[in-house]
């Protein structure tokens, strides 16, 4: 019993070690010097007016943060209307919404992306508010936002959101890491798919800080990575897609184009930056964001919303370029946080919610402030360039070239189909052609589906 | 001859007496058990039955949650489902992960169990430490792991670097994804089956040990032939519903990998989650979970038959 006893100890010291890893790890947390966040609040109760307004939104990082901010403003500038915020993650809240509609219950104002305008309009949940817009004798300029946003607001020739922002993707490079590879950190962003390999490969430094360029390139061992592929690789595709002159399906909207050559070679970029120039680590297992705040990534592909982590998170010294190009054409995806009503909401609670979604639309200027491009074109231009850069710098591109998510009702049912395909190829699985076809088959099931 | 007639006419009609006072107790005390169960049965028919019978039925139509139309379709989603090859993809890696992940934890459970129960100073500190990950949320655990196998900051890559080991990509490789989500899930979950062991190893009576080590048994001997056969009830309970727990992982994946490598951790609930809650084809969705539930039953059925008929209570 003895022996019993001490390979019973001997396990329990095994077990003892792990548990105390483990439950130490889950109770402090990352110990470092960088200053931690305040959390968002899920939910807040702002003012005390009798008139109460619910509204659900997906804003979880810094910008929830800033609107509940503005709205704090808002409610102390119209006192007999509070606000009732709840911040819920984006996929979670599309599940509570449906489960809402079902039971009658919705919130009396959400904010959805533009692109998911098509499936809830198709569901006749949503409020038509075309007489919101100064065209049709309402408050809110239509001319004031541009073209692409306009006809982000539109299903079936009815108008159903109100735009808060442009939010969209650009990079973030961080000029110590350049100034570590030797690189001015205020040369002109490359123009094609060469010369953009050319920089990673200058940028990405060994342990031993050789680049990537070098014979003596050791791609076991990277220190610094020139560029990372896994930061939301399905709107870093379609960029690519949209410089080769792609598109995800075709015009009139009845097949799936997104295993053409355009697709393929956009896809092909991105596993040839990881495998053939090894420039960046594989999509899975490589933590972007916290690649870029240690300096293990130099040039980051990221949205405006990295804007505040970037600057509150880090030390970096960073800096804001346009997106990518990788095609022979310019492209970068954006979308629009829009304000959404229930369609059964009348009278008094309408009119309030209509105040507040004026009084944001009309501040829209305070919106810059978390990181996101305000959605009215006289918001953005009155921005100032010394506090909100990569606003202005990311915002312009979304005007010249920006791509949005395709409309249709089955929008995130192809995503679903063609986000894990793209993941396939990017660490390896599949090659990008295996994986573009993989990934149309589905989608045109969807397509065919809901025709 | 007279006396022993009377006796035996007394003793029967003192049984026949008996016989409807026992048959009225026990009438009594299943009258009072099914009172006492009332309150279960009817919570668990209108919340589990009538919720598992209503899946069963919207599996029969194109439902999506919100559309008023919602025609009949048979068994198209069950057609449609046969032929969709994520589905058995889905199918294979939950097969894969409850797998190792049932035996891991079945393992590490009861050697924990059998360590915490020998006469070893500080036993009981060492059952709540053990038990402790069973209380955190899968939300905790899977980010505190997401952490601990990270490539870059991940401590158990950290350890591996003293032993010349380059850091493993734990949650990016195919192949090394599911075992690192069982392990997660090992670790979170084994505290629970150490309990239900440490009491199975309680009724074990321990003149079978004494008898055993006086027949000269050594401790192999009496964990092989006494513990483990004794605990076999145990094994079956902890086995059978880790089978049903794991087959239904869904926050280990959707927090620590979404699914991927490509699909290298897609689990079935997780396929049944885009299905209902992305694309909103609750139909389909509940095609999924119906064919899901019958994958389920059909495993423990096959428990029951290897273990269960081995098992004595």
Redesign the interface.
Known sequence: ?R???SL??F??FL??V??????S??STG?QDATPIPEPTAIVSDLGTGSMKISFWNGLTGSDGVTLNDMLAQFVTENPDISVTTEIIPW?TL??KL??A??AGTPPDVFMLHASEIP?FAS???LKDVSGWYDTNGGWFPWDDISPTTQAGMIFDGVTYGIPLDNHGRGLFINEGAFEKAGVDPNVAPPTTFEGWVELFQQLTLDVNGNNAASPDFDK??VAQWGFAVGEWPRVNFLAALAQHGGSMISEDGTTVTVNSEAGVAALQNFIDLVYTYNVSP??????TW??FA?G?VAVLPSGTWFRNFAAEQTDIEWAAWPQFQFGPGQGTWFGAHTWMLPVGLEGEKLDAVQTLIQWVSDNQVAWAASGQVPARLSAQAALDPENYPSNIILGETFGAYGVQDIQHV?V??MY?ALD??L??AL?N??TAEQALNDAAA?MQQ?LDRNR | MEKTDAIVTSASATKQNRQPFQMRLRTREAIAAYIFLAPFIIFFSIFVVRAVLSAVNISFYDW????PSRPYVGFANYQELFNDY?WWIAVRNTIIFTAMTVTGTTI?AL??A???T???PGAGF?RV??Y??TL?SVG??GL??V??L????G?INYGLSFLGI?PV??????NLVLPALSLTTI?WGFGFPMLIFIAGLQGIPEHLYEAAKIDGAN?RQ??FHITLPLLRPSILFVTVTGVISHFQVFGQPFIM?S??????S?TVIFYLY?IA?????MGYGSAVAVALAIIMGIFTLIQFRIVGRRVDY
């Open positions: 019993m022996k019993r006893s019973a100890g396990a329990l077990l003892t792990v548990m105390v890893f483990a439950l790890i889950a990352a996929n599309y599940t449906q489960t509609f079902v499936q569901y006749g949940v076991e061992n594989p999509e899975a297992g490589f933590d916290q690649g240690a293990a089955a995130q049912e679903a894990p395909e993941s396939a660490n699985q599949k589905r969807v | 999506q949650i919100l559309r994520v590490i050697t924990a059998v360590a915490v020998q006469n070893i060492f430490l053990l402790m990950p955190l905790v655990v505190t792991w952490w601990m990270s490539t870059q900051f401590i380059r990509n734990w949650l990016g490789d195919e670790w401790g009496l964990f990998t699914g991927g490598p490509g699909r290298g897609f885009d809650w992305r694309a909103f084809r």
